[in-house]
């Protein structure tokens, strides 16, 4: 199924698993600017944009796990998914050396617009998928580059990221990508809790398991990489989960 805000991948299928993926798509609605944000095209094809990778990884893993997905239909210049509606940072004028000219003067009634017609649909939609299985797991896929500017390289392959508030699978999940040989982060690159967040948001608050995982976006920026990964990480969701006996 797909809406204006977001899509769905095998949306009745009957796994514990839900994969989620916040920051599918750089697409900017025509409504907004005349579809473009003011920046290059060659900023859009970056990281700022959107989750270079992601969306392939995110509904290769759901097919492995036969699991539901659910994928953002906006940019996350637009505004972030992964942010709640009072995260200063859910609509950003300056993103990693770029500014955003469209969001420069956006107000209040643009950003309620963008609230109404996009953030809050897929949420609305994220919950009732999330809400379909009475022992919902929740798994995060997002990817990271590998260099912000003006920063040290990040040698991580994998980041799995999960909050204080829960750290049932995050930890076992670690562990078990470092016995695959993969160079693993853990809340890395960036740290795992965030109030308001997705994950905040459909999982903390409602007791689900779950997991974010970051991919090194080098790694799945092709479809046959984006195989591979869904491939290698799998098994190892199947296997936390069964060991950990959630």
């Known amino acids: 199924m797909t809406q204006q805000a977001f899509r769905t991948h095998g949306e009745n299928r009957q796994s514990r698993w839900l994969v989620t993926c916040d ?4 697409h900017v609605p025509d409504w907004i600017n005349g579809g473009d944000l003011g920046i290059a095209a060659e900023d859009m094809a970056r990281h700022i944009a959107f989750d270079v990778g992601a969306a392939g990884l995110a509904e ?12 953002s239909q906006f ?17 950003m004028r300056l993103y990693d050396g770029t500014v955003i000219p469209a969001n420069k003067h956006a107000g209040i009634a643009e950003r ?6 996009l953030h809050r649909p897929y949420h609305n939609a994220l919950e009732q998928l ?5 022992a919902r797991c929740i798994c995060a896929v997002h990817s990271f580059t590998p260099q912000l ?6 040698p991580w392959q994998v980041g799995i990221l999960y909050s204080h508030r829960d750290a049932r699978l995050g930890p076992v999940l670690v562990q078990a990508c470092r016995d695959q040989g993969w ?7 960036y740290n795992g809790h965030l109030d308001g967040d997705s994950i905040d948001r459909h999982a903390l608050r409602q007791g689900r398991p779950n997991v974010l995982i970051e991919v090194r976006n080098d790694l799945i920026a092709t479809s046959e990489g984006q195989a ?12 936390v989960l069964a060991t950990t006996n959630l």
């Open 183 to 189: 160079v693993t982060g853990e809340n890395q690159p």
């Open 23 to 26: 920051h599918a798509s750089n």
């Open 228 to 239: 591979d990964w869904a491939a290698r990480l799998a098994p190892v969701l199947t296997q």
């Open 60 to 71: 290769q893993l759901a097919d492995r796990l036969d699991a539901p997905a659910i994928l």
């Open 130 to 134: 999330a809400g379909r299985h009475p």
């Open 75 to 91: 940019s996350r210049l637009v505004i972030d998914p992964n942010r709640g509606e009072d995260d200063p940072t859910l609509l």
């Open 149 to 154: 500017r003006g920063r040290p390289p990040r």
């Open 112 to 117: 309620e617009e963008r609230l109404q017609r």
